[in-house]
């Protein structure tokens, strides 16, 4: 049966053009988003830019010109690469334009209506850098004795009139959840950083700021903006029109919303934003997944450092699905990993190269050797039934895997059928059989091909395009791959287009 999904990304800030963290996430929730639609799912995906707050006013000021003219400069840059890693995002939301700013106004009134919002003053230390207030304890002295997060990002001692949000009062209300919803929050040992986080007690939470104005004005006070993080987190709920009182279809969607985000913006996701959403009687997401993060060469990426990765220009050089499949098979899901040159080039050549390129081009170029282009349906013997039908089976513990972010199980799993059938076409020496027995020669490439058509089903979510290109070798429709064709073609001839090399080697 379909059911309406939500998958999410962060909305990233537009202080600066995209890396490769942000084209990381952007990846990873359009895996989940195509698995889903794969199995027949209706899925809703956005993506967006985080574009208020002191940290983009700050970077406006710096190259002399308004907010608005740089979040419009940088947004378009977040667009422009959503296109280019081929994300199937169905909106993307900026959150300048009017259907956010009446969401978050919404949220606001709903908390000051329900009493958990007061005003007073918030004197203590700020991150401009991560848009956070610190408490000293969670902060680290550096070697001239500044106070630095553990990041190693720079604090300003900031007092300023500001509206309070009471996060204390939630903190037992926020335990009993994660309880009650173990799976809210994943993988479990992030889960379990965040439960002793709030065990150890909240302090309500600053959320509006009067010192500049660059932000969403409270609806109650004009001389208060929202704190950035509440304006932004009403993002998701308000690409499905959750937080109005006109609430149209689409906001059947949030019922089933997982947020995919990096472990460094954890805390106000599994913290912050379910409290919110309690304290205004609003449902909270279903998931909030957190992933690791990447080091370049082995170091911290970082713009002092000058080793930001470009995303653009690896793709240029190693081509978009090679690009995909590395950053979503490196990595263990959930884990920190580093990204390197050499790893990215030795997976190209092995996994891809050698596994599934010779797969496809081996067997489907003996096709158009030796059987004119065409392959007949033939009846099959239990060898082949056997692990067809196991292929297609396959399918309920992928599925399993996405519903719990499994990416990296899910790859492994498709990996070892592309290797079972590597064994299966070498153990039966079809090059051999061409020469005594035409027909067996045939049973041979059937089942192969067979395989090849389920195995571009199942690595459609990771490359799209090659999943695409494998389909139009089998002469088979491109523009609705899915579950559909799951399912062995008793009645088909399969007609073989001309094939090309999927993946040049790396040399
Ligand atoms: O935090 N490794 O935006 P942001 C892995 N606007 N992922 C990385 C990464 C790295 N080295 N660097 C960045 C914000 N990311 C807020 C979010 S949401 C309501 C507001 C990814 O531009 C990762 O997903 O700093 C991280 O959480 C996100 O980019 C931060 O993007």
């Given at each position: 049966m379909s059911k309406k999904i939500y998958v999410t990304t962060p909305i990233y800030y537009v202080n600066d053009k995209p890396h490769i963290g942000h084209a990381y996430t952007s990846v990873a929730t359009d895996f989940l988003a195509r698995y889903h639609r794969i199995i027949g799912n209706d899925v809703r995906f956005q993506t967006g830019t985080d574009e208020h707050g002191l940290k983009i006013q700050k970077a406006a000021e710096k190259e002399d010109i308004k907010p608005i003219d740089l979040c419009d400069k940088n947004s378009t840059k977040f667009r422009e690469l959503s296109k280019i890693l081929n994300i199937s995002n169905n909106d993307f939301i900026r959150t300048t334009e009017d259907r956010h700013i009446k969401g978050a106004q919404f949220l606001w009134n709903k908390l000051y209506e329900n009493d958990q919002i007061y005003l007073d003053e918030y004197t203590g230390w700020y991150s401009v850098s991560d848009e956070t207030f610190y408490n000293e304890k969670d902060l680290i002295k550096d070697e001239k004795g500044n106070f630095k997060t553990i990041t190693g990002g720079n604090v300003e001692w900031i007092s300023e009139k500001s509206y309070f949000f009471r996060l204390s009062n939630w903190s037992d209300k926020l335990l009993e959840y994660y309880k009650n919803n173990?799976?809210?929050?994943?993988p479990a040992s992030k889960r379990k950083e965040v439960v002793s986080f709030v065990s150890s007690g909240l302090r309500d939470l600053s959320v509006s700021r009067t010192s500049f104005n660059w932000g969403i004005k409270t609806p109650n006070d004009n001389a208060h903006i929202m704190y950035v993080w509440l304006d932004a987190l009403t993002c998701y709920p308000n690409g499905v029109n959750y937080?109005?009182?006109?609430?149209?279809?689409?906001?059947?969607y949030w019922e089933n919303t997982t947020h995919i985000v990096g472990k460094d913006i954890l805390r106000h996701h599994a913290v912050y934003w379910p409290a919110f959403l309690m304290a205004a009687n609003l449902t909270l997401p279903k998931r909030i997944f957190a992933h690791g993060w990447w080091t370049n060469e082995g170091n911290k990426i970082s713009k002092s450092l000058g080793n930001v990765i470009d995303p653009i220009e690896i793709i240029d050089k190693y081509g978009l699905d090679q690009f995909r499949y590395f950053m979503l098979r490196e990595v263990p899901f959930g884990n920190d990993g580093d990204f390197s040159i050499k790893a990215l080039e030795g997976r190209i050549n092995?996994?891809?190269?050698?596994d599934l390129g010779n797969l496809c081009q081996r067997s489907l170029s003996m096709v158009n050797k030796h059987l004119g282009n065409k392959i007949k349906c033939v009846s099959l013997d239990k060898e082949e039934l056997e692990i067809l039908n196991s292929a297609i089976e396959l399918n309920k513990n992928l599925s399993d895997m996405v519903m719990n972010q499994n990416i990296t199980d899910y790859i492994k799993s498709v990996w070892d059928l592309i290797n079972n059938s590597n064994k299966y076409f070498n153990a039966n020496e079809p090059w051999k059989k061409v020469k005594v027995d035409l027909d067996e020669f045939n049973k041979i490439l059937f089942t192969t091909a067979e395989l090849i058509k389920i195995i571009a089903i199942y690595i459609f979510p990771i490359m799209p395009s090659t999943s695409k290109k494998i389909f139009n070798f089998l002469n088979l429709e491109d523009s609705n791959i899915n579950s559909e064709y799951l399912k062995i073609e008793e009645f088909n001839d399969y007609k073989i287009n001309s094939i090309e090399a999927l993946f040049p080697r790396i040399t």
């Open positions: 173990p799976d809210f929050i994943m937080l109005s009182d006109e609430k149209e279809d689409v906001s059947d092995s996994d891809l190269a050698n």
